[in-house]
C-alpha cells in the first residue's frame, strides 16, 4: 500500500469530503480521488460511498479508517520523539473532554507555556471520550469517570459533589439543601446513558431506596438545563458545572455522599509521548495548586 494512497484516504475520512481533505493536505483533489480509486481498485473493495459531494465511508472504510488513525498518531510521536531530543515541543494535540469547566486551565496553560502546538477540543460524555482514546480519535482526554480498563492510563485530578437543580417556580426553590429522601417521587430530566453524574446520582438514589420519576432524558447539558427551566422536572449536575442562572436554584444534597472525580487519561501505550507527558505534568501542577488554595 503506497504510503501517499493511506494518506489521501485518511484525509477524505477525517475531513468528511473530497474537497476538505484537498485543502488539510495541500494536494489537489483529483489527485486524491486518483489515489483513492487506485487504492479500492488494487485490493478490489469500495472504501466510500459516494452521493454527490457527500462521502461515508464503508464497513471496509471504517475498518481501514481506525488502523489509519493509528498510523498517524504514531506519526506525529515519531515526529515529536525527534524533535524533543533538539528540546524542541512540536505539533498536535487532540484532547477530549466531557466539557469546558475542568479542560479550559489546562488548555490555557499548555497554550500559554507551548503556543507552537496546535490544539484540538472534542466535546461528548466520558463513556465516549473512552471510546476516542481507544480508537485515536484524542490524544488525551479529561473525564469524569473511568472504568477499569488496562489500555487506559488515567489520573485523578479532581473531586466535586453532585447537586439537584430546579426552576424557580419549583416547590424546592426557596431551599438551599435538601434529604435525598425527599426526591421521592419527584419528576426529574436524565442526562443520558453513560453519563458519568447520571451514574453517580443514580448510585445514590439505589443506595437509600429512593425512587424518582424520569420524565425525560436528553443529550445535553444545555436541554437539560431549558427543560428544568420550563418546569419540566428538576435535574441534578456536578456542583463545578452549575452556572448561576437567574431562573435556576442549585440545592446542596446533605445526607448523600454523591461526587464525579475528574480524571486525565490516554493509552496506557502513548503515555510516555512527548506532547501527552507534558500535558500530564501541567495537569498535576494545577491539581497542586488547587490542593494549596
Partial sequence: MIYSHLRSFHAVASKGGFTAAANAINVGQPTISTQIKALED???VNLFHRQGRVVQLTDCGEALFKISQRIFSLEDEAKE????YNGLLAGNLKLGAVGPYHATPMLARFHK???????SVNMGNSMKMVERVLDYTVDVAVLAHVAENPMIYAVPFSRHPVA??????????????????ELEGEKFILREKGSTTRLAFESALEEKAVTIDPVLEMGSREAVWSAVEQGLGMSFVSDIEFSPHPNLQLIEITDAEIFTTAHVACLYERREAKIIKTFFEIAETIKQENNKA
Fill in 164 to 181: 439537584v437543580f430546579v426552576s424557580k417556580a419549583h416547590p424546592f426553590a426557596k431551599r438551599k439543601k435538601i434529604k435525598i429522601k
Fill in 81 to 84: 520523539l525527534l524533535s524533543s
Fill in 42 to 44: 488494487t485490493y478490489g
Fill in 113 to 119: 507555556l507551548y503556543p507552537q502546538i496546535k490544539l
